[in-house]
């Protein structure tokens, strides 16, 4: 009893000192803006979301466990980072951006479960998330229930638009369309081997291609297969493309087959420097399991390369790698989760309002000057124009760049005549 | 679709594919035979058996890291030694496992399931947050890359040859082990019947500890060499866990000579029908199959004769 005082002065002290130690590192790197200058929350927002006069709150979901975790850490490292940038510069609106991050743990239901947390519970102002299409189409009717608005980074496989989600990934037209003009123009390629994952992106990915090959380029398709998720062996398909010969093999393996098609194709002999190869689904955090010494030469087209010899790229890529160690490697959907945060800023205060209805009809000709990939629009259709790209592997994991498009791309996620 | 080709290209073509077969029931055997020893001779459901050979693979990289700091001159040869510790450490996580958990769940076959399946998740994330989230490249020395050529035309992948002899020499050590050898008499023995090899003498918890540890250094094993073909991710053992229990399973659980049948006759129809047909189309019917022969042999191709 004696000593209860005594405890009673301590543990708030404790407490106190914890919260300083914690808050140290942000306060000594960051400049402290001020919040809370911004308009009144009541003309601001309307509809109830979780906007105070010096915060705004936002949700991160992404697989942070599970096996779609390699491939979304990227992405909520990025996002992070955006965050952090936007609010060391003001905020949104006088706002300072707070995060609420779930883990969809690569579960597609669980991703709705935590969409629906997130819109009705935290009431967040938007929701920056998903990787995969299966995930993406589970939240989408939460999305347009609860009227929330979901920033979407992956290259995916066209066929939907919704008001409440934006597309800052390519779609296939956008991603595909311009690699092959550029191979069989550069190659004189007239043969495909088409090889991919077995599910909706490969699938419609190719079967965009195959209609571009053989009505557009006036080529041939000669061989055309799909291996299961997580297929590890890939001998028999090898030998068949020794067997065809074709002038490019046009891949969208994904995941862990990745890393072994990769090894075994090299392990067969095929030279890629002698073998075009053209893939729609290795970036360099790919690279980092396949290992360069296996890919070095093949080509990949889509719309950003860490080594891309830009100013806005030249100030984000020693950002992120400050923020998340020398090592880790930017790909091109880490760069599109980048884009998510800023483009979610740019709307709001073009629509001087957090109210979704009213950032869906604004989004429409945003532009973000500082993307790291150069420069991108938000098109009518909720998807980005933006250039198109095809890069070189190299031996050290990076991506020669060796050609770009003029012009940005328009997004055409329901292409006629590639159905 | 062979119209337009020589013999010559075809009879090359075919070399190839018959080795691809070849390479595939080498891999089946080597990913197979620790759990065919696991489940074989223990009954023991072991779903973490990916895990286990992942395990293996993290060993390989980290040592292949650690040659390229401080032995660089010594790195063309450190994937023996790699693989020499993925059996230990694996085996010896295996045997901690036993004594921790299995031992408990002998007379409740059908629990290891459950609990080797958590295992499995607690290991994936133990990965994750170890080694973290994203896959890692596992350096290979230059000699085990590329292909020999033998003759203008058909190339053999070196990896592939390796795993092959590999392959070969586990499996005469694992069935001399357990066949000739005086321990490998007490783990048959155990199995059999566990009461009576206790009542002769045989310390039976020694022998199951020393079981699993040796199915699990196997896995760790398996799991270092397919570092040449395939991924090494918290969870790439996934990747295996399937076609694995589908060799063990269609060989007759307690057979060695089941698993190398059940293997072989496993990737043959596989690769043979994926150069036919397509890669997805190979899988239907090869699974079918299994299927078909499972329902008409449910005891698998090989299995003991036992008085029941």
């Known amino acids: ?85 936007i609010n060391a510069a003001g905020g949104v609106l006088g706002r300072k951006i707070k995060f609420i991050q779930e883990d969809g743990a690569s579960d597609w239901p669980t991703f709705a479960e935590k969409a629906k947390k997130l819109l009705v519970n935290d009431k967040v102002a938007a929701i920056m998330g998903c990787w995969t299409s299966a995930s993406r189409k589970a939240v989408l009717p939460v999305m347009e229930q609860y009227n929330g608005m979901l920033y979407y980074p992956t290259f995916y496989e066209g066929l939907e638009q919704s008001k409440n989600v934006i597309y800052t990934g390519q779609e296939a037209t956008q991603q595909i369309l311009a690699g092959l003009n550029w191979i069989a123009k550069e190659k004189g390629a007239k043969s495909f081997f088409f090889i991919g994952s077995d599910y909706i992106w490969p699938r419609t990915s190719n079967k965009i291609a195959r209609k571009h090959v053989e009505n557009v380029l006036k080529g041939k398709v ?17 030998n068949k493309i020794k067997l065809t010969k ?47 010494e296996n890919i070095a030469g093949a080509y990949a087209c889509m719309k950003y390369f860490q080594s891309l010899d830009n100013a806005n790229n030249k100030t984000f890529v020693p950002a992120f790698k400050k923020l998340w160690g020398e090592k880790t490697v930017i790909g091109d959907v880490t760069q599109a989760a980048y884009l998510g945060p800023w483009l979610w800023k740019l709307t709001v205060e073009k629509a001087g309002s957090f109210d979704i209805d009213k950032i869906a009809a604004a989004s429409a000709g945003v532009e973000f000057k500082d993307a790291p990939e150069g420069y991108v629009r938000i098109h009518q259709n909720h998807h980005l124009w933006s250039k198109t790209r095809v890069g070189r592997a190299k031996l050290d994991g990076q991506f020669e760049l060796i050609f770009e498009t003029a012009d940005l791309i328009e997004p055409d996620p329901f292409p006629k005549g590639y159905q | 679709m062979f119209g337009d080709y020589s013999i010559g290209d075809l009879g090359s073509i075919f070399v190839m594919q018959g080795f691809a077969g070849l390479i595939l029931f080498s891999v089946y055997v080597l990913m197979a035979l620790g759990l065919a020893i696991i489940f074989g001779q223990m009954g023991v459901i072991n779903m973490a058996h990916g895990e286990f050979m992942i395990l293996g693979a993290y060993v390989t990289w980290m040592t292949s890291n650690a040659f390229q700091h401080y032995l660089p001159s010594l790195f063309s040869g450190y994937f023996f030694l790699a693989m020499l510790l993925a059996f230990l450490v694996s085996g010896a996580l295996g045997m901690l496992v036993e004594w921790v958990l299995i ?37 290979l020395p230059q000699w085990m890359l590329g292909s020999l050529k033998v003759t203008d035309s058909i190339e053999v992948p070196i990896n592939g040859v390796f795993v092959m002899g ?131 042999r449910p005891q698998g191709l090989f299995a003991l004769k036992v008085r029941k």
């Open chain 1, 246 to 292: 074709p002038d490019v093999i046009f891949t969208d393996v994904v995941g862990g087959s990745n890393v072994a098609f990769y090894k075994q194709l090299k392990a067969a002999g095929v030279d890629l420097s002698k073998q075009a190869l053209l893939t729609i689904s290795v970036t360099e955090d790919e690279i980092d399991g396949i290992g360069g």
């Open chain 2, 166 to 296: 590999l392959t070969v020499l586990i499996t005469v050590v694992v069935s001399y082990v357990l066949y000739k050898s005086r321990w490998g008499r007490q783990v048959r023995a155990v199995v059999q019947n566990r009461i009576m090899a206790g009542a002769v003498g045989i310390n039976t918890e020694k022998v199951d500890r020393y079981t699993f540890g040796l199915g699990c250094g196997i896995a760790g094993v398996a799991g270092s060499a397919f570092t040449m073909i395939g991924s090494t991710g918290p969870t790439s053992g996934q990747l295996y866990i399937v076609d694995t229990f589908l060799v063990v399973v269609f060989g007759g659980a307690a057979s060695l000579l089941g698993t190398i049948a059940s293997a072989f006759s496993i990737s043959q129809t596989q690769s043979t029908l994926e150069f036919f047909t397509s890669g997805s189309m190979a899988k239907v019917l090869t699974l079918l199959a299994v299927v078909g022969i499972l329902m008409l």
């Open chain 1, 222 to 238: 000669v061989g055309e297969e799909y291996y299961a998720l997580g297929s590890t062996q890939f001998n028999s398909v090898i």
């Open chain 1, 1 to 85: 009893m004696s000593d209860e005082p005594n405890r009673g002065l301590q543990s708030p002290l404790r407490r106190k000192l914890l919260m300083g130690a914690a808050a140290l590192p942000l306060v000594s790197i960051l400049p402290r803006p001020s919040f809370g200058a911004g308009p009144a929350t009541a003309t601001v927002n309307t509809t109830g979301l979780a906007v105070t006069d010096t915060e705004v709150t936002v949700g991160i979901l992404h697989s942070a466990t599970g096996t779609m975790a390699i491939s979304e850490t990227g992405s909520i490292q990025a996002e992070k980072l955006a965050i952090e940038q």
């Open chain 2, 103 to 139: 031992r408990h769940l002998y007379k409740r076959p059908l629990d290891t399931l459950l609990a080797t399946w958590g295992l499995s998740l607690i290991l994936q994330q133990t990965y994750r947050s170890v080694f973290g989230a994203r896959e890692v490249g596992v350096e």
